[in-house]
Antibody
Framework: QVQLVQSGAEVKKPGASVKVSCKASGYTFTSYGISWVRQAPGQGLEWMGWISAYNGNTNYAQKLQGRVTMTTDTSTSTAYMELRSLRSDDTAVYYC????????????????WGQGTLVTVSS | SYELTQPPSVSVSPGQTARITCSGDALPKQYAYWYQQKPGQAPVLVIYKDSERPSGIPERFSGSSSGTTVTLTISGVQAEDEADYYCQSADSSGTFEVFGGGTKLTVL
């Protein structure tokens, strides 16, 4: 079955960086993209961006541009999301999800999702 | 930046029909998708491309679109449907994807 398994929880100090991994299985990794979504405690979902596992092209949310980098390793079917210059309001659960493109459009949907990785930013 | 607007909460009794709306200026041009999220769990896709239902999702879940509003309808609501529901779409150019603020469905 299609599955995404994420790395474990992280605690970071303000100003540090974090890199979360997302290992895919059960499908051809390079046929889809990987999206990243975060959810602050008690808040809604926030789209962070996505990466094409086929060619590595990326599309980041404007508010995160310059601080976020998404990459993939096709040899291990793993996607990575690195966020730099962490602040307290970056504390959230970070999810990866397989991105399925809607034919004839530039958009897509997310299915399935990883289990989430809690990143806590605290001094 | 582009926004999708959902009601914060909807309440229904078991067996009734719940309707959750999502409004956005680009919805006539872009597909909408719906996710269910239960406490402590990752979101689950329940509707894609406005009205398509993934395999494994009960038939009581349906989606529709009219102008700048899309609607998730849950017919014959069950206690297990109590959750947060989020719509997702994109801006008019298709460049940036966005989520609605989420709707908490309470089954009375």
């Amino acid at each position: 079955q299609v599955q995404l398994v994420q790395s474990g929880a992280e605690v970071k100090k303000p100003g540090a960086s974090v890199k979360v991994s997302c290992k895919a299985s059960g499908y051809t990794f390079t046929s889809y993209g990987i999206s990243w979504v975060r959810q602050a405690p008690g808040q809604g979902l926030e789209w962070m961006g996505w990466i094409s596992a086929y060619n590595g092209n990326t599309n980041y949310a404007q508010k995160l541009q310059g601080r976020v980098t998404m990459t993939t390793d096709t040899s291990t079917s793993t996607a990575y999301m690195e966020l730099r210059s962490l602040r307290s309001d970056d504390t959230a659960v970070y999810y990866c999800a397989r991105r399925i493109a809607a034919a004839g459009t530039q958009t897509g949907w997310f299915d399935p999702w990883g289990q989430g990785t809690l990143v806590t930013v605290s001094s | 930046s582009y926004e999708l607007t959902q009601p914060p909460s909807v309440s229904v009794s078991p067996g009734q029909t719940a309707r959750i709306t999502c409004s956005g200026d680009a919805l006539p041009k872009q597909y909408a998708y719906w996710y269910q999220q239960k406490p402590g769990q990752a979101p689950v896709l329940v509707i894609y491309k406005d009205s398509e239902r993934p395999s494994g999702i009960p038939e009581r879940f349906s989606g529709s679109s009219s102008g700048t509003t899309v609607t998730l309808t849950i017919s014959g609501v069950q206690a297990e449907d109590e959750a947060d529901y989020y719509c997702q779409s994109a801006d008019s150019s298709g460049t940036f994807e966005v989520f609605g603020g989420g709707t908490k469905l309470t089954v009375l």
